[in-house]
Nanobody, 120 residues
């Protein structure tokens, strides 16, 4: 079992910045990828950014504005969000893809979500 604890959501004016942090903990797992997804009201959950083996992947809508980083030793993923727009407002969820040891089975884990509000 892997637990994810998120922090850093809140309210910001359009054009402002926020950082989200996600800390993963658990035993007998190797976390191979961490990422952030978001779900706006009335919409489906969508990928924002992921990072695995030092390689980052971003949704087109956030490229150039958001940066994801990961401290693999501490299993912490940070999403830095700059130039926030009203359409970035959503509940942001941390995701971790982990491989169980020693079975080598993959599992996906989710955080509880943190609200990001952007006012214009």
């Amino acid at each position: 079992q892997v637990s994810l604890v998120e922090s850093g959501g809140g309210s910001v004016q359009a054009g402002g910045s926020l950082s989200l942090s996600c800390t993963a903990s658990g035993s007998r797992f190797n976390i191979v990828e961490m990422g952030w997804y978001r779900q706006a009201r009335g919409k489906q959950r969508e990928l924002v950014a992921t990072v695995a083996s030092g390689n980052a992947n971003y949704a087109e809508s956030v490229k150039g504005r958001f940066t994801i980083s990961r401290d693999s030793a501490k299993n912490i993923a940070i999403l830095r969000m700059n130039s926030l727009k009203s359409e970035d407002a959503a509940v942001y969820y941390c995701n971790a893809r982990a491989v169980e040891l020693p079975t080598a089975r993959f599992y996906d884990y989710w955080g509880q979500g943190t609200q990001v509000t952007v006012s214009s």
